[in-house]
């Protein structure tokens, strides 16, 4: 049976007190709805149709690549209403999937079950809360079948009494679903096309719905607010922690984490507290990563040492190398095997060549470093000339005194030597000693002019 999945997200939020368009805040760096859009194409949905209206353009612009079907809901008259929009594009005999834009964490092994009972005739994901207010509660005959679902504002007492509660995912066939959608009414306490009402006329059909219950409340939790958002960021940076320490990586904190993309890890790495992964990074076998780290799209080869308080963005690191404390390596930047690169170092656009060392207070910007290049501190690669950038060469074996300017486009040779304080302008040639500096007065018996 092929699968079409609807989302949920035409709601206004209006708990969230927020400019932005609810499912559009970020969880994990991607906007809430990206999450369930994913979930949604690991069960293999042919198509994924999404009901959008309040937040309108900003949310078809924000997910323009998402690939998925808009059907827009002008007035938010229901969640049965919702789900009617989509059902026009969607073929009988197709199966659907009902998912919310705001309940991000739901996982695909959480809802197979839920398609394979709903091929007979509707299926639920349920859960059970210690305190369900606010939610539909799942009524039951007294053999223990779903008769319906009663929302909180139309419950009597004894179904507020129920801890039983509709997460409000399900899955019915489509031409089923019309059908009992069509004859939904609006004859209750919000005056909404209730989505929920299809249990009761499924019932009354004489089909058998089946509830399916969800383990974990937190993972069928919706967004309202904000500090429900910040809640879900934390589950599910904890679900990405434990499996990361489940495949071999030593996390100081799992609670001091937040991976904002993909993180890939071979054995043995170890990563210290209040380190951000955003985009795709990598760290190869026994990489460690101090405390207070940026990385973003980067790749780090096996052994390398990260120190405290570093930004690695859009760069590539061989193995055994070693950065930081407080290093930036800027977008461009290519470290080869055993190089260095030490505190208040930036490196932008440069390839820093095998075992070669930039230790300390250093600006490498558009450069290309040989391998065993020795940068004294306060070296600064003048790559701008207000206009254009030059790109600046140090060949392999190079030593660059301290508080060198290099004023590109300039090549420093082979194991050439460069004074301290010079000011490079020309290509050096190789195997030379470069020189310039005012030579030095010493003016005996001076006196400080006293007031
Ligand atoms: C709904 C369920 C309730 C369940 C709860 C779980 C109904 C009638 N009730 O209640 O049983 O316990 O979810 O959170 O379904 N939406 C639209 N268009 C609309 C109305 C809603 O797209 O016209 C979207 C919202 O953006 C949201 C989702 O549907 O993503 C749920 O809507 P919401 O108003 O939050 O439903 P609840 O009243 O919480
Ligand atoms: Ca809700």
Redesign the pocket.
């Known amino acids: 049976m092929e699968l079409h999945t609807v989302i ?4 206004q939020g209006t708990r969230m007190r927020s400019r932005l368009p609810k499912v559009l805040h970020p969880l994990a760096g991607r906007p809430m709805v990206a999450h369930v859009i994913e979930t949604a194409r690991e069960l293999d949905s042919v198509a994924v149709h999404l ?1 959008y ?1 309040h937040g309108g353009e900003r949310v078809t612009e924000a997910l323009a690549e998402a690939g998925v079907r808009w059907v827009r ?1 002008e007035k ?4 049965g ?2 789900v009617l929009q989509a059902l026009p594009e969607i073929p009988d005999h197709a199966l659907v999937l009902v998912l ?3 309940v991000p964490l739901v996982r695909s092994e959480t809802l197979r079950p839920l398609l394979e009972l709903a091929r007979e005739g509707a299926a639920i994901l349920t859960t059970r809360l210690p305190d369900p207010t606010g ?2 509660r799942i009524v039951r005959c007294p053999d223990g079948e779903v008769s319906g ?1 009663v ?1 909180q504002k139309d419950a009597s007492p004894d179904q507020l009494a129920i801890t039983e ?4 995912l399900l899955a019915a066939p489509a031409g089923k679903l019309k059908s009992w959608l069509q004859r939904c009414g609006n004859d209750n306490a919000q005056g ?1 096309y ?3 009402d299809i249990v009761a006329l499924a019932v009354a059909d004489g089909q058998r719905v089946c509830a399916v219950d969800a383990p974990d409340a937190e993972e069928v939790s ?1 967004v309202n607010s904000r500090p429900q958002l910040a809640a879900l960021e934390r589950a599910y940076q904890r679900r990405q922690a434990e499996q990361l320490m489940l495949a071999g990586v030593t996390l100081l904190d799992p609670s001091r984490l937040d991976i904002r993309g993909t993180l890939r890890c071979g054995q043995d790495v170890s990563i210290d507290v209040n380190c951000v992964f955003e985009g795709d990074v990598e760290l190869g076998e026994g990489v460690t990563v101090g405390p207070n780290c940026v990385l973003r799209n980067s790749r780090i080869g096996p052994h390398s040492v990260i120190e405290s308080h570093c930004l690695i963005d859009d760069s590539t690191i061989a193995s055994g190398c070693s950065v930081g404390p407080y290093a930036r390596l800027r977008p461009g930047s290519q470290l080869a095997d055993g190089a260095r690169i030490g505190n208040f170092v930036e490196v932008k656009k440069s390839i820093i060549g095998a075992g070669s060392k930039v230790n300390h207070l250093s600006y490498i910007g558009d450069a290309t470093l040989g391998a065993g290049v020795n940068v004294g501190a306060g070296t600064i690669t003048c790559n701008y000339d207000g206009v254009n950038k030059h790109k600046t060469v140090i060949e392999d074996g190079a030593f660059i005194g301290s508080d060198t300017q290099l004023v590109a486009p300039v090549t420093v040779g082979r194991n050439t030597v460069v004074g301290a304080g010079t000011t490079v302008t020309r290509d050096t040639g190789e195997d030379a000693l470069v020189v310039s500096r005012a030579p030095q007065k010493n003016i005996p018996g001076w006196r400080r002019r006293s007031r």
């Open positions: 949920l997200a035409a709601g009901v209206g809901q938010q008259l229901g969640t209403h919702a919310y834009g705001d939610y539909g679902i929302e509660i509709n997460t409000g909404e209730y989505l929920t919706g």
